[in-house]
Structures are given as structure tokens and as C-alpha cells.
């Protein structure tokens, strides 16, 4: 079993010998938190991709400098979903809009318990009529099927795993280039530009009679197109796509950067699941293994809570509320209904002190990421956590996406960042550890300008 930042562990089953559930883990451990809780734990990074190509340094630059090549295929899992009922079972059990919803568009899906927390995030893509592939780390997948299986929704599952715990080739292969050269090359590729189309939204192509799909869609702010189609197709794609950009400098991304790309861009990626505590979710717990993604994905950070709830989030913090719908019924309504006029707290970067940085990881720091909890104060007060840090080579410090009281998130309000790794249960919350404290600014999430002013764009 390999435990990471957002880690997922791996384990077998046969008839011999079945896993502990996710329920019975919380219960030998005494509570979701000591389950949980896991200092030190090391930052998640892709699977297969090679973890530098040119250097971390360069390839964090290529997004803004040139053109950015990353290879998507592996890190993610599908649930591809397909039947009569497909549209029905996603509309009852998540706060997406489906009644303007293309074929060949996505959505960022946003799961919720009863309660309105958030289960995690992913991207819904419509393949078709009743077709659509969710995508992403596991746990949205896990929720959406066993509910479609356990109320006998007529819809049908396939699940491919990520490369780390499949066996072979990926169904589906996915390249996102993006940059401000990006779309020039997209037309060296194609001999022509592609029709205009909007974000999120995608068009087939076709290529030497290979024919796959072109999502206007990128991960660290800058413009570009994500081309999925089936995987025996990846090697000629990819290919095509660096020869025609070597003349433009396209730079192929490594692990290392590519697990730093949504810093800039706003996006946290490892909220965690709001199904720990609920005595109605008990059997979906019970359906869950220890080792899934929901039992293995670890906390730290100098955050630390006895209550799993204090980690929970809800769409509104995250900043999905442009995609919440009420225009219809869903588990959790009620829930976000209540609760969008008083969000107590705000998504924002947090951009660390330059020379407090170099004070706390040395005077020439190197690649660094984590996905840990670390607390955000003033005047010793907490204020609120993170959940995304990374150093940005281009922006010259450590950027981190934290959700802060709302009274403390404007832009420009100084706080401090705790650095630290509380030990965990046993251990007073409250105790001074002798943590290094970092000054940081309150800047605006998404931290980048492009991401934050012109991300949606047709262009």
C-alpha cells in the first residue's frame, strides 16, 4: 500500500480474504481524524509521466512563456456511465444543470451529501444522448455509482482506473497544451485553426483519419485544448503535436510541475470528502473500502482537528457557485439553499514573503508541493487553512490556495502562514510546537490574471 498527498492505497481482494471497509477503519481507529491523520505525508505526483524533462523550473515557465505539453492520460480515473437513466441519476445526485447540457460539453461536477458538503469534485463530460465519462480522482465515481446501483437506476458502469492500479493501457488519452503559442501550433497541426468553441465545451477533429475530440480546456491559466481520444491513437497525437511545436518551443511537462499547475489558476484539488460523519451514509461507508481513496487520502499540516467535519467544505467556499443549479431536485438542495447568503469563508491565494520563504526552506529552494492543512492566522488568531502550496518559480516565492474568514480575505491583508506538522491525536490542538511562522499577502484566487479575467473566453 503506497500512502501520497492525496493518496489512494492499493489493495487486492479474493474470495480468501476481503478489505476492511471504510467503516470499520474509522471504528478500529477510533475516529475519522485518526484514520486520517498522517504527518509528513508526501505530495501526490502523476503516475508513468517522467518526473522532469527540461527541468521543473522550464516546464513551470512554458505555460506563460510558450507552449506547455502535459500528459494527462494516466493520473486520472474514468466512470464511463451510459443508459436510459444516465441524466436522471447525475441530475438527482449532484447541483449541475442539465437541462443545457451539449453533447461534447463539460461541466465541473459537484457532488454533495444531504448536508451540502461537498463529496469532491471532477469533470462530467456528455459522450452522447444518455453517454457521459466522469473523470478524476475516485471518490465522486464511488458516490454516483453506488447510488445508481443501490436505488436501480438503468444505467450501466465501466470504471478504468489510473495507471498506478491498472493493468495496461489507458482507455483514453488525453494531451493538454496550453500557452500563449498554444493555439498557433493547434493550426500548424491542423493546417487551419479549429472552429471556435467555447471553454469547456469541445469539438471533434480529425488527423491523418484518426478522429478524437479537442476540449477547450487548461489546467494553469493560459489558453489551449486538451485532445482525448482513444489510446491507441496517443503515440501518433503526441507526435504531431511536438513536432509541430518544436519550432515554437514547446516544452513537454513533468510530474513534478504538472502537480503544481492549478495553483495559479484557483483550483483546489483535494477537498476533502464530506461522507466521514453522517449516520445516514453508514452503509455507503460500509461499500467503501479502508483502502479507497476516501480511507487512504491523508491530512497534515500544522491544522489539526479532532472534529473530521472541520476539514469538510461546501461548493460555495470552493467557488462553484456559478455552477450550482436549482432548477431542480437533488440530494443536498435544501442544504446549499440554506446556507449561500452566510458563506463564512472565502477562497484566496496566500503569496508568502519572499525572504521568510528563504528564512524557513533555505536560501535557494527547490521543487516544493504539498496538499497539507496548514493553519492562517492574525494576531495568533486562526482565520482559516490551506489546502494547495507550491513554490512558483516564475512568480519568485510559494503561492497557497486557502479558504479564510471573510472578514480577513481581501486582498491585500497581511496574515501569517504556521509551518509545521502537528503530530496528531494526543496532542493538545491548541499546543505550541514551536512552528515557523511565514508573513503572506491576501491576493485574489485565481491568483493568475489570464485565469482570473479571460480563462472563459472563446479565444
Same mark, same amino acid.
Given at each position: ?70 500528459? @494527462? ?14 441524466? /436522471?441519476?447525475?441530475?438527482? !445526485?449532484?447541483?449541475?444543470?442539465? $437541462?443545457? !447540457? ?6 465541473? !461536477? ?19 444522448? $444518455?453517454? !457521459? ?15 445508481? +446501483? ?13 495507471? $498506478? ?33 467555447? %471553454? ?9 483519419? =484518426? ?14 485544448? +486538451? ?33 503544481? #499547475? ?31 481513496? $476516501? ?10 482537528? +479532532? ?30 439553499? =440554506? ?21 524557513? %526552506?533555505?536560501?535557494?529552494?527547490? %521543487? ?13 488568531? @486562526? ?68 485565469? /482570473?479575467?479571460?480563462?472563459?473566453? #472563446?479565444?
Amino acid at each position: 500500500m503506497s500512502v501520497s498527498d492525496t493518496g489512494v492505497g492499493a489493495a487486492t481482494s479474493s474470495e480468501a480474504w476481503a478489505p476492511p471497509t471504510l467503516q470499520q477503519g474509522i471504528d478500529q481507529a477510533g475516529s475519522p481524524v485518526a484514520l486520517l491523520w498522517k504527518p509528513d505525508a508526501a505530495p501526490w505526483t502523476p503516475p508513468v509521466v517522467d518526473p522532469e524533462y527540461v527541468g521543473w523550473r522550464a516546464e513551470q515557465s512554458a505555460w506563460s512563456d510558450a507552449i506547455a505539453l502535459s500528459d @494527462l492520460s494516466h493520473h486520472m480515473s474514468d466512470l464511463f456511465i451510459e443508459g436510459p437513466d444516465a441524466v /436522471r441519476l447525475l441530475a438527482d !445526485f449532484s447541483a449541475n444543470d442539465y $437541462e443545457a !447540457f451539449a453533447i461534447g460539453q463539460a461541466k465541473q !461536477f459537484i457532488p454533495v451529501t444531504e448536508r451540502g458538503y461537498i463529496v469532491t469534485d471532477g469533470i462530467l463530460m456528455r459522450d452522447g444522448p $444518455e453517454k !457521459f465519462t466522469l473523470s478524476g480522482v475516485p471518490a465522486a465515481q464511488s458516490w454516483i455509482r453506488y447510488h445508481g +446501483e443501490c436505488a436501480g437506476y438503468d444505467v450501466s458502469f465501466e470504471s478504468d482506473p489510473d495507471s $498506478e492500479f491498472r493493468q495496461g493501457d489507458p482507455v483514453l488519452f488525453r494531451y493538454q497544451i496550453q500557452g500563449p503559442r498554444a493555439l498557433e501550433l493547434v493550426e500548424r497541426v491542423f493546417g487551419a485553426p479549429l472552429p471556435v468553441t467555447k %471553454f469547456f465545451h469541445s469539438t471533434p477533429v480529425t488527423l491523418d483519419g =484518426r478522429s478524437f475530440r479537442a476540449f477547450r480546456h487548461g489546467m494553469a491559466g493560459q489558453a489551449g485544448y +486538451e485532445f482525448i481520444g482513444e489510446y491507441k491513437d496517443a503515440e501518433f497525437v503526441k507526435h504531431a503535436l511536438l513536432e509541430h511545436g518544436d519550432a515554437l518551443g514547446i516544452v513537454q511537462v513533468g510530474a513534478l510541475a504538472y502537480a503544481t #499547475n492549478g495553483i495559479e489558476s484557483g483550483w483546489i484539488p483535494t477537498p476533502t470528502p464530506g461522507i466521514y460523519t453522517d449516520p445516514a451514509l453508514r452503509e455507503y461507508r460500509e461499500s467503501l473500502s479502508v483502502f479507497s481513496y $476516501e480511507g487512504q487520502k491523508p491530512l497534515h499540516g500544522s491544522f489539526f482537528s +479532532e472534529d473530521i467535519e472541520d476539514y469538510y467544505c461546501s461548493p460555495w467556499e470552493l467557488g462553484y457557485g456559478r455552477s450550482v443549479r436549482f432548477n431542480h431536485e437533488f440530494l443536498g438542495r435544501s442544504a446549499l439553499e =440554506r446556507v449561500r447568503d452566510t458563506v463564512s469563508r472565502q477562497k484566496v491565494t496566500l503569496v508568502l514573503d519572499e525572504d521568510d520563504v528563504r528564512r524557513v %526552506f533555505g536560501p535557494a529552494p527547490g %521543487f516544493f508541493l504539498t496538499y497539507g492543512r496548514y493553519r492562517v492566522e492574525v494576531s495568533s488568531d @486562526l482565520i482559516g487553512m490551506t489546502f494547495y502550496t507550491g513554490l512558483i518559480d516564475r512568480v519568485g516565492t510559494v503561492l497557497s490556495l486557502a479558504l479564510l474568514d471573510s472578514g480577513h480575505a481581501e486582498p491585500g491583508t497581511e496574515v501569517t502562514f504556521v509551518w509545521g506538522e502537528h503530530p496528531g491525536p494526543g496532542t493538545d490542538p491548541g499546543a505550541d510546537l514551536g512552528f515557523d511562522r511565514l508573513r503572506a499577502v491576501v491576493q485574489p484566487a485565481p491568483y493568475n490574471e489570464y485565469a /482570473r479575467t479571460r480563462y472563459r473566453a #472563446n479565444a
